[in-house]
T-cell receptor
Framework: GAVVSQHPSRVICKSGTSVKIECRSL??????MFWYRQFPKKSLMLMAT?????????EQGVEKDKFLINHASLTLSTLTVTSAHPEDSSFYIC??????????FGPGTRLTVL | AQSVSQHNHHVILSEAASLELGCNYS??????LFWYVQYPGQHLQLLLK??????LVKGIKGFEAEFIKSKFSFNLRKPSVQWSDTAEYFC????????????FGSGTRLSIRP
């Protein structure tokens, strides 16, 4: 099956700094990528959908200026958490889809904001 | 908009017991349905999926699910659980075309007593 990677797997940062998380499709071209957030012992909440070369579509209640998404190529999408605060601490998971209906999930990135 | 609900938040079973986890979705059109599993400390894995055809879907590790359109349900079953099945299980739905996003249920935590 197709592989989606995320980097870093874990990141700890100070409050007020910005953190960038990368999501890569390793063996296919991802026309669409999705970013999810998972709180401890909770489900995955969709944050935004991004298509290569266009602006991301954010779900209701997600601050687009807080969570910047860039899908600059068919194999890379980045999520930047700007001016991170402790409440942004969470598990961020990306997912990618190519031309087919399958959607493949990355291993996730655990963000801890001190 | 599509939504999915999982009624069992936490299920506790003994080894060799049979399992059925409920999942109901809300969407009026064509749907794709999924069950994902998340083992402790690990990332999301696809157990099985339904796109079309035979409503009884067999997945990995002895799991199966049945799509009952009239009941808007996609319950997950396993005839005999093992201790290693201890995990969080998520039902997910994608409504409309394959271009749509996948929405997750709240998850069911399964604990197996050895």
């Amino acid at each position: 099956g197709a592989v989606v990677s995320q980097h870093p797997s874990r990141v700890i940062c100070k409050s007020g700094t910005s953190v960038k998380i990368e999501c890569r499709s390793l063996d296919f071209q991802a026309t669409t990528m999705f970013w999810y957030r998972q709180f401890p012992k909770k489900s995955l909440m969709l944050m935004a959908t991004s298509n290569e070369g266009s602006k991301a579509t954010y779900e209701q209640g997600v601050e687009k200026d807080k969570f910047l998404i860039n899908h600059a190529s068919l194999t890379l999408s980045t999520l930047t958490v700007t001016s991170a605060h402790p409440e942004d601490s969470s598990f961020y998971i990306c997912s990618a889809r190519g031309d087919g209906p399958e959607q493949f999930f990355g291993p996730g990135t655990r963000l801890t904001v001190l | 908009a599509q939504s999915v609900s999982q009624h069992n938040h936490h299920v506790i079973l003994s080894e060799a017991a049979s399992l059925e986890l409920g999942c109901n979705y809300s969407y009026g059109g064509t749907v794709n349905l999924f069950w994902y599993v998340q083992y402790p400390g690990q990332h999301l894995q696809l157990l099985l999926k339904y796109f079309s055809g035979d409503p009884l879907v067999k997945g990995i590790k002895g799991f199966e699910a049945e799509f009952i359109k009239s009941k808007f349900s996609f319950n997950l079953r396993k005839p005999s659980v093992q201790w290693s099945d201890t995990a969080e299980y998520f039902c997910a739905v994608r409504g409309g075309s394959s271009a749509s996003k996948i929405i997750f249920g709240s998850g069911t935590r399964l604990s197996i007593r050895p």
